[in-house]
């Protein structure tokens, strides 16, 4: 593996980057063949998040909804917030397939919600801090919305505390996706929810092993960057640079390991 890009910092570009990024993968994002981990892992945050009749939940940056709906049958009302129209408009279909009546789709900046400072009591968002550029800002928004005692989980990918191996971790996720930024580092999330006032409750880390082509068939990787990833991990199982994703080889191709944080926290 050559020296990765430093993880980089967002652009004038970057708004316009996520969006042409998310509105080619919309089609795919649910798409389990491709993306079974990213879906079979939903219930670990449902289950963390402990929904109830009463509550008026939040999904920032909620892509397809995808958490919103899955919190949806259990809960009073959800609102689920997203820059990108084309992965708003698969929620509204997928919602109205599941025949979901209490689902609300609203296009907006998650770092400034459409809603009420004080009055949601449970708020949520999932693998979108490494691609916005003021993650601390997002989890501002989040402890704003937030009503007294209201809980707060952010569930997204935790790299690795040793630097050079979280460099080389962001850049390969960037090779994949460009609208990649950072991946928060293990821990650092529930720092930033203390630093904000919240008070974190748990902190869970899970590693989930994954094939790499159904992983760059569901960002709709451009070719030249797929090969990147693809010559970062022949390298690594050829005794060169780690990668920090411990690449293996399989009878069916490459596999690689991620690992995803669970973060769990409340408004005092």
């Given at each position: 593996?050559?020296d990765?890009?430093?993880?980089?910092?967002?652009?004038g570009?970057?708004?316009?980057?996520?969006?042409?990024?998310?509105?080619?993968?919309?089609?795919?994002?649910?798409?389990?063949?491709?993306?079974?981990?990213?879906?079979?892992?939903?219930?670990?945050?449902?289950?963390?998040?402990?929904?109830r009749?009463?509550?008026?939940?939040?999904?920032?940056?909620?892509g397809?909804?995808?958490?919103?709906?899955?919190?949806?049958?259990?809960?009073?009302?959800?609102?689920?917030?997203?820059?990108?129209?084309?992965?708003?408009?698969?929620?509204?279909?997928?919602?109205?397939?599941?025949?979901?009546?209490?689902?609300?789709?609203?296009?907006?900046?998650?770092?400034?919600?459409?809603?009420?400072?004080?009055?949601?009591?449970?708020?949520?968002?999932?693998?979108?801090?490494?691609?916005?550029?003021?993650?601390?800002?997002?989890?501002?928004?989040?402890?704003?919305?937030?009503?007294?005692?209201?809980?707060?989980?952010?569930?997204?990918?935790?790299?690795?505390?040793?630097?050079?191996?979280?460099?080389?971790?962001?850049?390969?996720?960037?090779?994949?996706?460009?609208?990649?930024?950072?991946?928060?580092?293990?821990?650092?999330?529930?720092?930033?929810?203390?630093?904000?006032?919240?008070?974190?409750?748990?902190?869970d880390?899970?590693?989930?092993?994954?094939?790499?082509e159904?992983?760059?068939?569901?960002?709709?990787?451009?070719?030249d960057?797929?090969?990147?990833?693809?010559?970062?991990f022949?390298?690594?199982?050829?005794?060169?640079?780690?990668?920090?994703?411990?690449?293996?080889?399989?009878?069916?191709?490459?596999?690689?390991?991620?690992?995803?944080?669970?973060?769990?926290?409340?408004?005092?």
């Amino acid at each position: 593996m050559t020296d990765p890009d430093l993880p980089r910092e967002a652009d004038g570009d970057h708004a316009a980057r996520l969006r042409a990024s998310f509105t080619a993968q919309a089609a795919t994002f649910e798409e389990p063949t491709l993306n079974a981990a990213f879906t079979a892992g939903l219930g670990w945050l449902v289950e963390a998040a402990a929904p109830r009749a009463i509550d008026r939940c939040l999904d920032l940056a909620a892509g397809t909804g995808l958490v919103g709906r899955a919190l949806a049958p259990h809960v009073a009302h959800v609102t689920c917030v997203d820059a990108t129209p084309a992965m708003l408009a698969q929620g509204r279909a997928a919602a109205e397939s599941e025949s979901l009546t209490n689902v609300a789709f609203v296009l907006g900046d998650a770092t400034a919600p459409v809603v009420p400072p004080g009055t949601i009591d449970l708020v949520v968002t999932r693998f979108s801090l490494h691609h916005v550029p003021d993650p601390e800002g997002l989890l501002r928004a989040m402890v704003a919305a937030c009503r007294p005692g209201g809980r707060i989980v952010v569930h997204d990918l935790a790299s690795s505390p040793d630097p050079e191996l979280a460099a080389c971790q962001d850049a390969i996720e960037t090779w994949r996706d460009d609208s990649h930024l950072r991946a928060p580092v293990v821990g650092e999330v529930a720092d930033l929810l203390r630093r904000l006032g919240a008070q974190v409750d748990r902190t869970d880390q899970r590693t989930y092993t994954r094939p790499l082509e159904p992983w760059l068939a569901q960002s709709v990787t451009a070719p030249d960057r797929a090969e990147q990833v693809r010559a970062a991990f022949a390298d690594e199982l050829a005794g060169g640079r780690p990668t920090g994703f411990r690449a293996e080889q399989r009878e069916d191709g490459v596999w690689f390991t991620q690992t995803w944080e669970l973060t769990v926290a409340h408004r005092p």
